[in-house]
């Protein structure tokens, strides 16, 4: 319908940026060499991975290059330091703690300890989007040995108070592994600072390929692996290494580091325009969390009553912008996003947000775009709802 | 997840929608909670359908469903509209992603309550009633789902 | 030393193929979508994805396209598989049957099944390098659920009888996976023929990059999956899909398979050249599972006495020529491997192995450089070692 | 795995490589078994080691930490000599890498052996024993391994 394209979905996946891509490919055809081979093709694809660990260190902030462990992807990383860390040392029982709004990456293996013997604690976060240090104070056991809380949720771009969280958690002898997918690179991420054991990153999400990722484990903290093998990455994630995910990985962090005090400020301008120019000119839309203390700059979710989000995302696709609805990316299903529902967020007005992800390649003009597009598509889906003249009723009752 | 052209061409240009104001017969089902809802007001003339509009607050097959329905009821008997089943309304938009199937039981179990709903205002025995799964209090309509999460 | 540089370690990893690199580049900068998203570039991202597996699925002969899941690597494939079959449908407890020369991403969680409650059975290969269907027969219980057996083995390069293991597999009720890291694109792989319900894959091994792989697991087989989270993959394998890695295997998949009339016949060509050469230059070496019925067009697998695995490796390396010993790549330790001593191989023999694997690129004027190289070596290594003597007394005393 | 210069410089040019035909004292540790043999043999000139040459079956550490355990013996008395410990040889080399620590072990034993064997010889006490690691019948050379296993 239209030639324009405006891709508003960053914190679903990023492009690879080209500068990424050409460092990445010697190690493709050229360095091509297993990193475990003595050999020199073996040695200088060693020497290259070690480059990598040592630069994604020095940028999180780790004591040591082999706090990093390079994996497949967000997911794996999560897995990894849910089941690793809960069952180190042969540990087959024990109370965990997962915040309510985890990413099923760790909501999942969470769940399946839970059918193995742990148990497992959903730690709801206050209608603001955070996890409270209270609420986790009142959680906290003697038998916790493991507390997950997301550094950014990926739907509503909340930030969480981690260091507080952490130093909760190591009070009561448990450890604090962070979902650090959204946040690392587009805020200030420092393992020392956050002081947690553990932490999971995605490439994807920071201008690396996808199928990269990387996990931080706190020196001397003790894991079970999850992908075992032939004990690559010092036994702890067996596979043979992606020397070129690595170095992409490593170069995307580094990018985003170096851009960050410009790109940062800019990307929350444009963030604010956008949640101004939409609250502005949607009729009883309303801002996702919006009394966050903290929040990224580049996430805005949206509730907008009386229209689904599919529905609005499809006609927004028609016209070329890519963003996404309910829970993120559960495209395929009408299920409501467990995010939106454990901030307190109405079913029905669950099934109408709207999440909008912005990044590197986003201009002023792309989010005006979208706000002009928005409007006649939430008008004519309003207009074909067959209750939404009984709901406006009941939202203007409520704002008496 | 990809949605045929028929359904594409059905979500962008819905037909049939609206509300017939001095409508003889009308069926709603669904609700917000459930992130689907329909309303099928229809004109019944010499027992078949007349003219029929829809209203549907849904997904992409949702609406796409809404809008087929609507097409394949209008001139039908009364008898005929409350027989087409969920799977003749997806094989008419030329199939739908399997998350999506329980999507067409909401346009006909919506024809099938404005069916009813004229025949009782007559006075006349409902001849769907039994059928409409929107009906039984253990209806899920997201059973089915097979979706992905977040990312 | 030299400028000379002569890779012969193609079982170790293969460079990507630049056609692959070609093919999978859009994917990266240009076609990111994710493939989850509804919006136009996540739909592409889709039809990438799904064209990619349709064409792995023809090329491995499986009956829909949903059988072929992509994994990271192979050794995510053989997690997935033996621990995801085994535990299928909250299973605790059976009898497993592993080959005793398996790959150690299938030897090691079966040893961790075995600590949870599953009894796990190593079944030795016979000295010519291959798992016996007899002894297959013998092994199977009542109670097995699952059963492994490679299909080449990645050291001593023997090709196993898949298709009769698979049949006695499921006369007792079993079901059967087989690691095909090492044959995929090599020899025929085709899972019908082959009858197995699941098959491992690497892309690394294919001239694909790193980080690439894919599991076949046969319709209607039920398994727990192993990365978890998202539902991606059809709920088998969780994580944002490595669309651009897709594209990279299945591309380089139909390259080994449209290669393979020519190539496979070269490679043949130039490894018994190799292996004639070889034993006809140095005295008292012997060619591992020589009398393999079947076997990999690409491997040669010797053992040199009275000479050190890493030691000729090193010297070799100086050379420009890389090659691999032992335990192949368990470069960092003198643990001999655990694939020579199954079929026999003595202790100390077992440290002076020599695995050479042609591929591609491979040349005969590399052959005769490695095989010229490779003479004064051994003789060196031979002269420093103390107990060369006596071993070439004990060896003309065997010999009589 | 990666080593350093000064091994790889030992390794592939091992400085006293050979047997002393006449040698007063010779020492031989490890097995073709666990992949590592080595074999010292000594001149002793007034107690000092005059003259001392090696030969070893092994990985390159292994070779590479006997040549160098050569040059540092060479010269000092029987006592300076049997004291070289591991870390010393592996300082000397620029590092080991960890899974290759054990490696050293090999050549300070195999000196050691070559000490006692000429004091035994000449009727004294044998300095060394009771410090040679491969004497211990439990000695696992691989016991600090901490390698990958196979691609
Ligand atoms: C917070 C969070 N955690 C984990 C993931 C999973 O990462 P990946 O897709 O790389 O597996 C994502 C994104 O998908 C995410 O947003
Ligand atoms: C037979 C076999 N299985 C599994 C693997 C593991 O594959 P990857 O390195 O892709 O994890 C390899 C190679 O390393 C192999 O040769």
Chains 1, 3 share one sequence.
């Not at chain 1, 330091?81 to 180190?88: F, H, N």
């Not at chain 1, 947690?196 to 484990?217: C, E, W």
């Not at chain 1, 599919?310 to 609805?325: F, K, N, P, R, W």
């Amino acid at each position: 319908m239209t030639e324009r394209s405006v891709y508003l979905d960053y914190a679903a996946t990023t492009p690879a940026d080209q500068r990424v891509v050409d460092a990445m490919l010697p190690y493709l055809t050229e360095h091509y060499g297993n990193a475990n081979s003595m050999y020199r093709l073996g040695r200088d694809a060693s020497r290259a991975l070690e480059d990598a660990r040592e630069r994604v260190a020095r940028a999180i902030g780790a004591a040591r290059p082999d706090e990093v462990i390079f994996t497949s992807c967000g997911t794996e990383s999560d897995n990894t330091a849910i089941i690793g860390l809960a069952t180190a040392a042969g540990r087959t029982s024990g109370h965990i703690i997962v915040s309510a709004f985890e990413h099923h990456a760790v909501l999942e293996p969470a769940w399946r300890l839970g059918k193995q013997g742990f148990e497992v604690t959903e730690l709801p976060p206050r209608p603001d989007g955070t996890v409270h240090p209270d609420d986790l104070a009142a959680a906290l056991r003697d038998d916790t040995v493991l507390v997950s809380v997301m550094h950014g949720n990926n739907e509503i771009g909340t930030v969480q108070p981690i260091a507080e969280l952490a130093t909760l958690a190591h009070e009561r002898g448990a450890l604090l592994h962070t979902d650090a997918a959204q946040t690392l690179g587009k805020i200030d991420f420092d393992v020392a600072a956050l002081g947690v054991d553990a932490a999971s990153f995605s490439g994807h999400k920071i201008y690396a390929p996808k199928g990269t990722g990387a996990l931080y484990l706190k020196g001397g903290t003790r894991m079970t692996p999850y992908l075992i093998g032939g004990g690559q990455e010092s036994k702890r994630r067996s596979g043979t290494q992606n020397v070129a995910g690595a170095v992409a990985f490593a170069t995307a962090l580094e990018l985003m580091d170096a851009e960050r005090p410009a790109e940062g400020p800019r990307l929350a301008a444009l963030r604010d325009r956008l949640v101004d120019g939409l609250l502005g000119r949607i009729e009883y839309a309303q801002l996702n969390a919006a009394d966050a203390p903290v929040r990224l700059p580049h996430i805005a979710n949206f509730v907008i009553p009386g229209v689904e989000g599919e529905a609005m995302l499809l006609h927004l696709d028609a016209a070329g912008i890519a963003v996404s609805t309910g829970s993120a990316c559960s495209s395929g299903s009408l299920k409501p996003s467990h995010v939106l529902l454990s901030i307190g967020c109405p079913v029905e007005f669950a099934h109408g947000s709207l999440r909008v992800s912005l990044g590197r390649y986003t201009t002023e003009a792309d989010v005006d775009y979208l706000l002009e597009t928005l409007v006649p598509v939430v008008d004519r889906l309003r207009q074909m709802n067959p209750l939404y003249e009984k709901m406006v009723a009941g939202l203007a009752g409520a704002a008496d | 997840m990809i949605y045929s052209d028929k359904v594409m061409d059905h979500f962008g240009n819905p037909r049939n929608v609206g509300v017939i104001a001095d409508a003889d017969g009308v069926g709603e089902v669904g609700n917000p909670v459930c992130g689907d809802v329909m309303k099928i007001t229809i004109k019944v003339d010499d027992d078949r359908i007349g003219d029929i509009k829809f209203q549907t607050l849904g997904c992409g097959a949702a609406i796409a469903t809404s809008s087929i329905v609507t097409e394949m009821a209008k001139g039908m008997t009364l008898a005929e509209a409350v027989a087409i089943t969920k799977s003749q309304v997806a094989e008419e938009l030329g199939g739908l992603p399997p998350a999506k199937m329980h999507c067409s039981v909401l346009a006909t179990d919506g024809l099938k309550k404005a069916v009813d709903d004229y025949l009782v205002r007559h006075g006349r025995e409902p001849i769907a009633v039994g059928t409409i799964a929107h009906d039984d209090p253990d209806f899920d309509p997201h059973a089915e789902d097979d979706g992905e999460h977040a990312h």
